[in-house]
């Protein structure tokens, strides 16, 4: 549809952003969520066994890939809205030499 | 010599500054040997003379009654009477384990003259399950005067604080300071327990929405004193009994009382909603139980289905990717592009995405608030100062709870949108009935992800909808229900109270958390995935702003909804 640079670039600097600023907080609120699964399934207090973990660990996979994707969508469509403007303007002076012949 | 100069120096301090706080008459006698660097145990002047007691001209010998220099070369202090004698020997004999070390009080005998001034407070502090141990033996040494108020030196004016449904008020800082003070001892486990208290007293009230609330910065929200103190012309903290005495606030008979401060028209049934519990456990019926376990579960396998789904489809088209010749050039079919979604099915997403993701980032901080701990991995770990940090973006902890309902608005209208949209479609005979599950789904979900692992040659060929898509539809359907339901109760919880039975809203409180997990995940995750992120669709599938398709997509995607437009067409 569009070139894909713009939203590339906005994704990545969205991506540095979330590394710099919100991997740690997201892995705790993953990790917490997955602590109250697990409390659910397995019962509390937790007991430090493997599927505890895992789910633990799933927990933070799924806070760190939730919030790292809603910083890259974000990025990506404010690089998709930006990379739209430019382009607008780019082409604008061309319609107006291609108007008169 | 040593005093002489000592006390010269404190003159020419105290003729230096004229305006600091002046000496009670009789203390700078004591405090030559008492200032730091002194031969006595140091009392910090500065700190004395700007205490309260100072302040007001109370000296060192209205609480240290009948103290010359004498005690210092082994002279007698006043004799007492038998009473006293008792109480004094039983603070002698306390003792407090702080941090590694033990404590002792260090002079007894001061405790003694608290009375003769602050008579209102002591009686009722005398009556109290706090001076339990003054009056009998008992295992553990409960809080004396300076437990809760801190060095009868440093002693300062307690703030005004009496909280009122109609006129809320933020929580003075020095009840904030005592609430660490109650739990060095109620939340000390080996405390709690030799004293024969809960020893989750805590923890379950910072996990509880109100400790949460007080964790990520919320003003108004209670600390102990809030729902502990007795009324002020009862005795106010001094006053705390056991719960099981009718007089205790937390009484189970007049515990909407305690509440009743904050919350307008608390009822019995309001007020059984907190009582130092999880709340599956709160009301002691089982239905909260169950849910709990059933979300649980239900979150849970439903994340590890989707995860698994999004990583097969993330690696088949990473090897599509590697197998993708170059030079493909754009076809007609890429440029060519249909109608998918019109425009008022792209107006209720709009309102639904910012009202999820408002939603989603205003709730999740508070979530995620709660103590972990000695979990796992994680234990030992604290997110709420970061949740504390991101809500001053919405203006504090009350500004995202305020978001957070504009969030609610939101997906309310989208909702309320969508089903007079549907009743239109429907006058029109025009429900798209594409959109309902049926078994094909499933085979067709079977037959993807073994097209995707690369075990079956060929792609089950979609309709206009494929299973995805009819996923997040129901999901989104069956979420607002939930969420908009139970998030009602908690808007106005008082008004629900008043009818509905506490397990009732116990069951809502445990829905919207846990459903509110799956949701935000499987949105963030997959849903962006699956729309965004995924190699061959990024940044996104335009359809949400545009509403359009490409003949290319959907010759792809949607193979017989495409035959069908055709066979139509022709």
Known sequence: MQSKTPSLI??????????????????????????????GIFGTPLEPTFLVRALIVFGIVLGVAGVGSLFAVMGAAAGAGVGALTSLAARKPAAQEASPE | ?????????????????????????????????HSPGGDGPAVPPDTFAKSIHAQNGVGCTDCHAGYTEEHAMGGTLPALSDAEQKFVSRLEKASWVEGEKKVKVASPRAYLA??????????????????????????????????????????QAMAFYEPKAGARQPVPEDRRAMAKRCE??????????????????????????????????????????????APANRGGTHAIVSKIDPNSIVNVKNRKDACARCH??????????????????????????????????????????????????????????VKAKAGHGPSVDAVRSVIRFDIHQRIQHWFMLSGVILLGITGWPLRGAGTFGNAPIIGGRDAAPYSEAFMK????????????????????????????????????????LSMLP???????????????????????????????????????????????????????????????????????????????????????????????????????????LNGRISVEMMKHEHPLEYERMSDDHK
Not at chain 2, 114 to 139: G, I, M
Not at chain 2, 474 to 490: E, K
Request: include cysteine; aromatic fraction near 14%; charge should be neutral.
């Open chain 2, 393 to 432: 973006i919405f203006g504090g902890a009350e500004g995202a709870a305020l978001w957070h309902r504009v969030g609610a608005v939101l997906i309310i209208i989208s909702s309320v949108y969508h089903l007079f949209y549907l009743t239109f479609l429907a006058a029109q005979k025009r429900l798209p």
């Open chain 2, 264 to 321: 307008a028209g608390a009822t019995d049934s309001f007020a059984s909603l907190i009582a130092h519990k999880t709340p599956q456990e709160t009301t002691g019926h089982p239905v909260p139980h169950i849910i709990h376990i059933v979300f649980s579960y239900l979150t849970t396998l439903t994340l590890l289905f989707f995860a698994f789904h999004v990583l097969v489809d993330f690696i088949y088209e990473l090897r599509q990717r």
């Open chain 1, 10 to 39: 906005g994704a990545g600097l969205a991506l540095a952003l979330f590394l710099a600023v919100a991997l740690l907080p997201s892995m705790l609120y993953g990790g917490y969520a997955g602590v109250l699964l697990a409390g």
């Open chain 2, 1 to 33: 010599m040593r005093a002489i100069l000592l006390s010269f120096a404190l003159l020419l301090a105290s003729t230096a500054r004229a305006d600091e706080p002046k000496l009670p008459k009789g203390s700078d006698t004591c405090l030559q040997c």
């Open chain 2, 184 to 229: 060095a001892c109620h939340g000390n486990e080996e405390f709690a327990k030799e004293a024969g208290l809960n020893p989750e007293a805590a923890v379950t009230y910072h996990d509880s929405i109100h400790g949460r609330l007080v964790r990520v910065g919320n003003a108004y929200a209670p600390v102990c004193v809030s729902c502990h103190a």
């Open chain 2, 114 to 155: 608290c009375q003769n001034c602050h008579t209102e407070q002591t009686d009722a502090f005398a009556a109290s399950v706090h001076s339990k141990w003054l009056r009998e033996d008992a295992k553990v040494a409960g809080p004396t005067c300076a437990s809760c108020h801190g060095s009868p030196h440093a002693v």
């Open chain 2, 438 to 544: 049926g078994p094909k789904d499933a085979l067709d979900m079977r037959d993807n992800i073994l097209f995707m692992l690369g075990v079956k040659k060929e792609r089950p060929r979609f309709d206009r909808y494929m299973y995805l898509e009819k996923f997040d539809y129901w999901a989104v359907f069956w979420g607002i229900v939930m969420m908009v339901g139970t998030g009602f109760i908690f808007w106005f919880p008082a008004f629900f109270a008043a009818w509905a039975p506490s397990w009732l809203i116990t069951a809502a409180l445990i829905i919207h958390g846990e459903e509110a997990t799956l949701a935000i995940l499987f949105l963030f995750v997959v849903h962006f995935y699956n729309v965004h992120l995924k190699p061959s669709i990024f940044p996104m599938n335009w359809a949400w």
